[in-house]
């Protein structure tokens, strides 16, 4: 499956593809963690209401959104910030039919390439342990608590997790 991928950098027009990936990997993954957060409340969220901030984002050198692309369908996506000081990985989303079969891994590899000779760190949903796990095999290491994120006005708690120097 891996080696049918392709990975490119993301433009203005994959921004609708992406939130239609978030929102499935969404539905996927947070009602299961035990969090609160149920499927009614992402399917109320407007996911779209996040695109005018990523064309910003796609602006601007220091912001890379990554594609993973399979028989020319958009299967998952990375998104990553470099600041002066760390790079910050924002997200990485893969659609639901096609996880646990290494696009994340590929994905996460390109983003460590482009943050190379950062400190890198992200949050990631304290009860979500599979990809905790997941980050931990690529060297993230949790280092305390994450600032919390709200989904359908819950808050839910995160563990901040990094990666030295890389």
């Known amino acids: 499956m891996v080696s049918k991928l392709k990975i490119s950098q993301a433009g203005t027009a994959d921004i609708s593809t992406i939130s239609k990936i978030q929102k499935k990997a969404w539905l996927a993954t947070y009602p299961n963690l035990g969090t609160g957060v149920t499927r009614a409340d992402i399917l109320k969220k407007d996911f779209t209401g996040l695109e005018p901030t990523r064309y910003q984002n796609m602006a601007d050198d220091n912001w890379r959104y990554f594609l993973a692309q399979k028989d020319n369908q958009t299967i998952g996506y990375a998104a990553a910030k ?52 997941f980050y931990q095999k690529f060297g993230f290491s949790p280092i305390g608590p994450g600032r919390p994120i709200k989904v359908a006005g819950k808050e839910i708690a995160t563990l901040k997790m990094v990666i030295p120097n890389t």
């Open 82 to 133: 470099k600041e002066a000081d760390q790079g910050i990985i924002k997200l990485v989303h893969v659609l639901p039919q096609f996880q646990n079969q290494g696009v994340g891994s590929v994905l996460l590899e390109q983003v460590l390439k482009w943050l190379v000779g950062k400190r890198i760190v992200l949050q990631v949903v304290r009860a979500n342990f599979g990809t905790i796990a």
